[in-house]
């Protein structure tokens, strides 16, 4: 079993910060790109960002330069620093990651989800 557990949503002004952290545990044999996805009301999940085992990065072109994905892999957990909110980037957002249980298979598991609610 795997678990993904997010925390640092809530409620921010705009122009405001916030840290998402989201951290793996259970059956892990080793864990290969993590990332972040959001959803607003009536809209469909959206990818934020994304880190590789690596360290490579992805991210949407509407937070480039405002949001920072990063992960310790030591603690299998993905961190998504977000500056310079508005109220656009309010939404739920949901951690992924694609886990390895062992080393014949690997699969795709979310979190929660976390409220991110950003004030005008």
């Known amino acids: 079993q795997v678990q993904l557990v997010e925390s640092g949503g809530g409620l921010v002004q705009a122009g405001g910060s916030l840290r998402l952290s989201c951290a793996a545990s259970?059956?892990?044999?080793?864990?290969?790109?993590m990332g972040w996805y959001r959803q607003a009301p009536g809209k469909q999940r959206e990818l934020v960002a994304a880190?590789?085992?690596?360290?490579?990065?992805n991210y949407a072109d509407s937070v480039k330069g405002r949001f920072t994905i990063s992960r310790d892999n030591a603690k299998n957990t993905v961190y998504l620093q977000m500056n310079s909110l508005k109220p656009e980037d309010t939404a739920v957002y949901y951690c992924?990651?694609?886990?390895?249980?062992?080393?014949?298979?690997?699969?795709?598991?979310w979190g929660q989800g976390t409220q991110v609610t950003v004030s005008s």
């Open positions: 880190i590789t085992s690596g360290g490579s990065t």
């Open positions: 259970g059956n892990i044999f080793s864990i290969n790109t």
């Open positions: 992924n990651a694609n886990i390895r249980p062992n080393v014949w298979t690997a699969n795709d598991y």
